[in-house]
């Protein structure tokens, strides 16, 4: 079992979340976070770059020259790769980049984050994170409390924090639903609300 100290709105402490989900350094696994951060970076990829093969250049139906009797190599088309104006040979073409990650696998990436965010000291929950919505107001409730750079969490996909936290420059919000691996890698603190990591913990039971 972990003990994990809650915050309240005005992040004084509020008590201790215990969980049955043990969260220590042994729970570390990079090779596994590292997976899901590049299956991650591989699927945002569009994957939309195309050339033309010779079958897709306009032109080339006639044959260019004779067969015999000039010297060159014999052609049978102006739009043959060797060809200037003809189609490109081996190039790249639409294709999707997306890899598989299991479910088990997510799951411990998820795990490991978590604890070490928590053995780091950089796991900030609170019960609930209170804003007007407005960017100004969550900046300065972050960087009050040196919180910045942060990913916030809130349960809620609607919430006034995930609205409040869009235009900052070095914060990112999202759900609990859409928690993402690799932002919670990309900044240094994870500010989340308290049923936002019990929804996360409830999956690794």
């Not at 189609?87 to 790249?92: K, L, S």
């Amino acid at each position: 079992m972990t003990d994990i100290t809650v915050l309240n709105e005005k992040f004084e402490s509020a008590g201790k979340l215990t969980t049955k989900v043990e969260l220590t350094a042994d729970d570390i696994n990079v090779p596994v976070v590292h997976q899901v951060v590049k299956a991650t970076l591989a699927g945002r990829r569009q994957g939309n770059a195309c050339t033309k093969t010779r079958g897709k250049v306009r032109g080339g139906g006639a044959k260019p020259f004779k067969q015999k009797g000039t010297g060159r190599a014999r052609q049978g088309s102006t739009r043959s790769s060797i060809m200037v104006g003809g189609g490109t040979a081996f190039g790249p073409q639409p294709r999707d980049y997306d890899q598989k990650v299991n479910k088990k696998v997510m799951l411990k990436a998820i795990k490991a984050v978590l604890a070490d965010k928590l053995e780091a000291g950089k796991l900030t929950v609170v019960e609930k994170l209170s804003t007007s919505g407005k960017t100004k107001d969550m900046y300065g409730l972050l960087n009050g409390k040196g919180l910045l750079p942060a990913l916030v969490v809130a349960a809620d996909k609607n919430a006034p924090a995930i609205k409040a936290t869009k235009n900052l420059r070095n914060g990112k919000a999202l759900a609990a639903e859409g928690f993402s691996v690799y932002e919670a890698v990309k900044y240094e603190n994870l500010v989340i609300e308290k049923e936002a990591l019990e929804n996360l913990l409830n999956k690794l039971v």
